[in-house]
T-cell receptor, first 111, second 114 residues
Framework: QKEVEQNSGPLSVPEGAIASLNCTYS??????FFWYRQYSGKSPELIMF????GDKEDGRFTAQLNKASQYVSLLIRDSQPSDSATYLC???????????FGDGTTLTVKP | DAGVIQSPRHEVTEMGQEVTLRCKPI?????LFWYRQTMMRGLELLIY????????DSGMPEDRFSAKMPNASFSTLKIQPSEPRDSAVYFC????????????FGPGTRLTVL
């Protein structure tokens, strides 16, 4: 079992719909959780981070964390074609300088 | 700030040749990470440094790979000898302890070993 697993893609949604991306992790000592977006041919860039249980909203993006279930998700409301990218979930463990990345989920938003 | 700088952006070499990838982290950052990304294996952490000291090199695939960070503003990843299976995009990222733990990625070096 991988340390960080993401729902297999690709995921396709129509423009204006809600895109839901999911991630589970294996280490209960995990403290910090990140969502990176990577456009084709580009490098990953951070779009959301969350440390505490519950929801965190930033514009059209909402990150949800449930440490009891070892589950973190990213919701994208009113999806736009410009949201088409690969989304990487990353988890940082307690006192570790490094994060572990999932394999990513590729999202396509169709006009 | 210019962000993380990597060079070269593209490298094509023949099997058996030495390859050196370079990275300049964001000024003031105390963490530096080297990643490799392929379609098959995703984004893999190769090695990371804290204050120029290698902390975890467990992701380095084999002895053909080596990394150095002689000072806070420069790091190299060397592959000697290179093999076709080393073909990938290599990313360097830097980060700051005590902040959001965010990693800032460079543009990557696309390596092709023929």
């Amino acid at each position: 079992q991988k340390e960080v697993e993401q729902n297999s893609g690709p995921l396709s949604v129509p423009e204006g719909a809600i895109a839901s991306l999911n991630c589970t992790y294996s280490d209960r000592g995990s403290q910090s959780f990140f969502w990176y977006r990577q456009y084709s041919g580009k490098s990953p860039e951070l779009i959301m981070f969350i440390y505490s249980n519950g929801d965190k909203e930033d514009g059209r993006f909402t990150a949800q964390l449930n440490k009891a279930s070892q589950y973190v998700s990213l919701l994208i409301r009113d999806s736009q074609p410009s949201d088409s990218a690969t989304y990487l979930c990353a988890v940082r463990y307690t006192n570790a300088g490094k994060s572990t990345f999932g394999d990513g989920t590729t999202l396509t938003v169709k006009p | 700030d210019a962000g993380v700088i990597q060079s070269p952006r593209h490298e094509v070499t023949e099997m058996g040749q030495e390859v050196t990838l370079r990275c300049k982290p964001i000024s003031g950052h105390d963490y530096l990470f080297w990643y490799r990304q392929t379609m098959m294996r995703g984004l893999e952490l190769l090695i990371y440094f804290n204050n120029n000291v290698p902390i975890d090199d467990s992701g380095m695939p084999e002895d053909r790979f080596s990394a150095k960070m002689p000072n806070a503003s420069f790091s190299t990843l060397k592959i000697q000898p290179s093999e076709p299976r080393d073909s990938a995009v290599y990313f360097c990222a830097s980060g700051l302890a005590g902040g959001r733990d965010e990693q800032f990625f460079g543009p990557g070096t696309r390596l092709t070993v023929l």
